[in-house]
C-alpha cells in the first residue's frame, strides 16, 4: 500500500509498458523529451540541459495558443534509473513552483514503476495547483509519455488517458460493468444514454443510444476479457438502430472499431486509478490511423468530461 500523500503534496503513480531503461531515457532524453513533454497540444524547446547534480534543464514550453512559457529546472538528485530530484517552474528571478521526486522501479512483465511527488510550499497552494493542473489537462503529460514508450516498443499508436477515485476498487468495477451505472456516467457531456441490450461479461454484447444536443447516435460493443476486479477489455462500434455497423456521423475518417481496455488498479483501500487505453482495432488504414492520432485531444476532452461525470455519480452513491 502506497503511503498517503502530505496535505502540501501531489502525488502520481503510472506503471509503463515498457523497461525501466527505456522510460528514463524518455525523461531524460531531450529529443525524447520533446515528443512527449507538456499537455495535449504543447511542444518544447530545449536550449540546453546538464542532468547532473547541480546542472539545469533549459527549455520554452510553446502552448497550443502561441503563448510561451521559459522554464530552467535545476537538479539536486540524480541517480541513473531510479532517481531525479529537482525544482520546477522556475526562470530567472522567477522561483520554482514545486519540488519534484520522480523515483523509477522494475515491475514484473518488464513494465516500469514511475511514482512521482511535487511538493509545493504550503497545502493551499498544492490545492490551487491541483485544480489548476486537471484544468490545464497537465496530467496528460504522463498518458503521453505512456503512449511515446509504446509506439517506440510497438510501433503501435495508442490513446491513454488515468484518472484516479476516492473509491474502493470494488466499486469502481462495478461503475464500469453494472449497465445502470454505465448509462450515469458514460455518455459525453450533455448527452443521455440507455442501453437497449446489455449482457456485459466476457463474450456479452451491448447496444446504446446516446441522445441529447439536438443528437443521435447508436452504437454497440462487444466484451473481449473481463477479469473482476481489474480488467475490462471490449471493441466499439457506431451502428444504427437496428445493430448494423455503421461509420461515426460526424468523422467519416474515423476508425470503424476501437478497442477500449480498461485497467484498475488499488492505490489504497479507499482509491483506485483507471487507466484507459484506446486504439483502433482491426482493419484500418493509414487515412483512419492519422484521424485517430489527430483527435487525441478531442479525446481527452471526451474522456475527460465522462470521467468527471462518474466522479459525479460517485460522490452521489
Known amino acids: 500500500m502506497p503511503a498517503k500523500s502530505k496535505s502540501n503534496e501531489i502525488n502520481i503513480i503510472r506503471i509503463y509498458e515498457a523497461p525501466v531503461k527505456a522510460v528514463w531515457d524518455a525523461w531524460t532524453d531531450p529529443k525524447q523529451a520533446a515528443k512527449w513533454w507538456g499537455p495535449r497540444g504543447f511542444t518544447i524547446t530545449t536550449h540546453s540541459k546538464d542532468l547532473r ?19 530552467t529546472t535545476k537538479y539536486f538528485e540524480v541517480e541513473t534509473y531510479k532517481k531525479l530530484v529537482y525544482d520546477h517552474g522556475g526562470y530567472k528571478d522567477r522561483p520554482p513552483l514545486f519540488r519534484v521526486t520522480v523515483l523509477f522501479s522494475e515491475e514484473k512483465g518488464n513494465k516500469t514503476k514511475m511514482d512521482m511527488t511535487m511538493a509545493f510550499a504550503t497545502p493551499e497552494v498544492a490545492a490551487e495547483s491541483r485544480k489548476f493542473i486537471k484544468a490545464a489537462g497537465g496530467n496528460a503529460t504522463w498518458d ?27 466499486t469502481m468495477f462495478a461503475m464500469w460493468t453494472d449497465p445502470k451505472h454505465v448509462e450515469q456516467w458514460m455518455p459525453p457531456t450533455g448527452m443521455q444514454m440507455k442501453f437497449l441490450e446489455a449482457d456485459i461479461r466476457p463474450g456479452g454484447k451491448t447496444k446504446y443510444v446516446m441522445t441529447g444536443n439536438g443528437i443521435t447516435m447508436y452504437g454497440r460493443a462487444e466484451y473481449l476479457k473481463i477479469e473482476n476486479p481489474s480488467l475490462i477489455v471490449y ?20 476508425p470503424e472499431t476501437m478497442l477500449t481496455t480498461v485497467q484498475l488498479s488499488e492505490e489504497s483501500p479507499e482509491e483506485t486509478r ?14 483512419e490511423l492519422a484521424e485517430f492520432v489527430k483527435e487525441k485531444p478531442g479525446m481527452t476532452m471526451g474522456w475527460t468530461g465522462s470521467m468527471d461525470k462518474l466522479e459525479a455519480h460517485l460522490e452521489k452513491k
Open 144 to 170: 503521453r509519455l505512456a503512449e511515446y514508450v509504446e509506439k517506440e516498443k510497438t510501433s503501435r499508436e495508442i490513446f491513454v488517458i488515468n484518472r484516479s477515485f476516492n473509491t474502493p476498487l470494488k
Open 53 to 71: 547534480v547541480g546542472g539545469t534543464w533549459d527549455y520554452t514550453m510553446h502552448g497550443p495558443d502561441g503563448v510561451d512559457y521559459p522554464n
Open 235 to 254: 471493441t466499439q462500434q457506431f451502428c444504427d438502430e437496428k445493430g448494423n455497423v455503421s461509420r461515426h456521423p460526424f468523422a467519416p475518417l474515423w
Open 274 to 287: 483507471v487507466t484507459l487505453t484506446w486504439e483502433a482495432y482491426g482493419s484500418f488504414t493509414a487515412a
